[in-house]
Nanobody, 126 residues
């Protein structure tokens, strides 16, 4: 059974930082590209960041570039999202996702991912 479990969300003030973690089980983690998405209140789920299977390539949404960093530790089957300089527009439920395709890429589309976590809430207050 494949499981993706996010943690690290919470309430933070504008300008603050959080680090999200996603622990994966039930699949060969090192062969999956991983991504983070978010869903703000009343809006569609949107791409945030992605990292290739080996971790050598990353991709970011323009809205988070320079503030967020995605990373992974394959030995721990864990992907991280370091979020700095948070603002109210970052308030959302954050989801991690796993892509089973054999390509060495950083997928940005929701439909490219095969497995999803349940999400963790991030709230940024002013």
């Amino acid at each position: 059974q494949v499981q993706l479990v996010e943690s690290g969300g919470g309430l933070v003030q504008t300008g603050g930082s959080l680090r999200l973690s996603c622990v994966v089980s039930g699949l060969s983690f090192g062969t999956y590209a991983m991504g983070w998405f978010r869903q703000p209140p009343g809006k569609e789920r949107e791409f945030v960041a992605a990292i290739s299977r080996g971790g050598s390539s990353t991709s970011y949404a323009d809205s988070v570039k320079g503030r967020f960093t995605i990373s992974r530790v394959n030995a721990k089957s864990t992907v991280y999202l370091q979020m700095n300089s948070l603002n109210a527009e970052d308030t959302a439920v954050y989801y991690c996702a796993a892509d089973a395709s054999p390509y060495w890429h950083t997928p940005r589309g929701r439909s490219e991912y095969d497995y999803w976590g349940q999400g963790t809430q991030v709230t940024v207050s002013s």
